[in-house]
């Protein structure tokens, strides 16, 4: 997938980002998506002004969008995007544990829940829901 700041289009094939000058059409870098230590990517989004962040196989990392540069790294089990809301990125395995990433950190809040269990997160982003057959549970993403 692809996304846009300014004067930079920032393509992801999976295993490389790559920068390209708006003006030129030059190539102004490529970057392995593996540097960020989250396997391949499936996703890339943009956050604030200038960061890329790169939501991988396991984990999210986020770089510099002018010129490549890893900013930070989150690494994580096998997952896949559950949720965003601004700084935060919220993950999901198979088994339905999630973790709650500070896209400004790359740290993250992990939650076990049971196999199967259901999740929403709150408008503002503050809490998940983890609904676990009878049993509804309340968590701070932060």
């Known amino acids: 997938n692809s996304i846009t700041f300014d ?14 000058d708006i003006n030129t059409g030059e190539e102004k870098y490529e970057v392995p998506a593996a540097k960020g230590g989250v396997g391949q990517a499936s996703l890339i989004l943009p956050y604030q002004d200038h960061i890329v962040v790169v939501i991988g196989e396991k984990g999210v990392s986020t770089f510099d969008a002018a010129n490549g540069d890893l900013i930070s790294s989150g ?7 559950f949720d965003r809301k601004d700084d935060l990125v919220i993950m999901v395995t198979d088994k339905a544990d999630l973790a709650a990433f500070d896209v400004d950190t790359g740290k993250y809040k992990e939650f076990k829940a049971k196999k199967g269990a259901g999740n929403s997160l709150t408008s503002d982003g503050e809490h998940l829901f983890v609904y676990e057959k009878k049993v509804i549970t309340k968590l701070k993403t932060r």
């Open 75 to 81: 690494k994580y089990k096998t997952s896949t995007l």
């Open 7 to 20: 004067n930079y289009y920032i393509v992801c094939s999976g295993k490389a980002l790559y920068g390209i």
